[in-house]
């Protein structure tokens, strides 16, 4: 197989990981699908069970694609995107903390128009050539809807290395306007991640400039490096459900 079809719910998964887990988990995906190889035996007890909750679509979606069918169940019921055998060739070429990087940015871009700016300028050129592929499969896309083309936002991946978080005080003291996610985002370089599938309603709902105001005080908020894992903390502590 030269492609197959990435669903939403990968992508979920793969948020959800950090990026050394989630670089093993998308290698296992491709080499399966790629390769026909199964999983390798030194997968986490935590990764296996995500690759248990997906097995049986890779599986029942890679015999329909086998046979020159489309797979209309499941694309029916998830969001998805065409994958391509070059993404996981730029994947061969990276260790596996960066594959996990560069997959969930891929993702990001496909699902949630986020266009990333890597800090390691390899991993940048590499998406920069796969990009071609992304760009033409959202034409294709688009092409079969109606409506205006959506606004591209940056979203800043952090460097594989740790870095040292930058201070907070400074920008939770924002002036009257109302911070957005991507102002938010621009003023935490610190944060990785992003927000795709289930979680994108964030980016609407949430009101930013009190989640920057929360995290200048809050010390738990400030340990939190992934974005998804910092909305879910404030909206437990700060947003009372109804």
């Keep these: 197989m030269e492609q197959f079809t990435f669903y ?16 093993k988990l998308a290698n296992c995906i491709c080499a399966y699908e790629f390769e026909d190889r199964e999983p390798e035996k030194e997968l986490s007890d935590k990764e296996n069970f995500y690759w248990s909750n997906i097995a049986d679509i890779l599986q029942e979606v890679k015999e329909t694609e086998s046979a020159g069918k489309i797979p209309k169940k499941y694309n029916l019921q998830s969001r998805h995107f065409t994958f391509y055998e070059t993404y996981y060739n ?3 070429l990276m260790n596996i903390c960066k ?29 920069n050539l796969c990009k071609r592929k ?30 040292i978080p930058m201070p907070q005080g400074i920008q939770a003291d924002a002036p009257q306007e109302k911070l957005t996610y991507e102002d938010f985002r621009a ?56």
């Design 99 to 127: 594959r996990g990087v560069f997959v969930k940015a891929i993702c990001a871009y496909m699902f949630g128009n986020e266009e990333p700016k890597f800090a390691d300028r390899t991993i940048q050129g590499y998406f």
């Design 187 to 242: 003023a935490h370089s610190d944060i990785q991640g992003s927000l795709f599938g289930n979680a994108e309603r964030y980016k609407s709902e949430l009101n930013w400039s009190d989640v920057a105001a929360k995290r200048a005080t809050d010390e738990e908020l400030q340990k939190e490096r992934n974005i998804f894992y910092l909305v879910r903390s404030y909206e437990q502590k700060y947003m009372q459900k109804p």
């Design 90 to 92: 730029a994947m061969k």
């Design 134 to 163: 992304m760009d033409l499969s959202k034409r294709r896309k688009a092409s079969g809807r109606t409506g205006g083309a959506q606004k591209k936002q940056v979203c800043v991946v952090s460097p594989i290395e740790d870095t």
């Design 8 to 23: 939403e719910l990968y992508a979920d998964i793969l948020q959800n990981m950090d990026d050394i887990s989630a670089g």
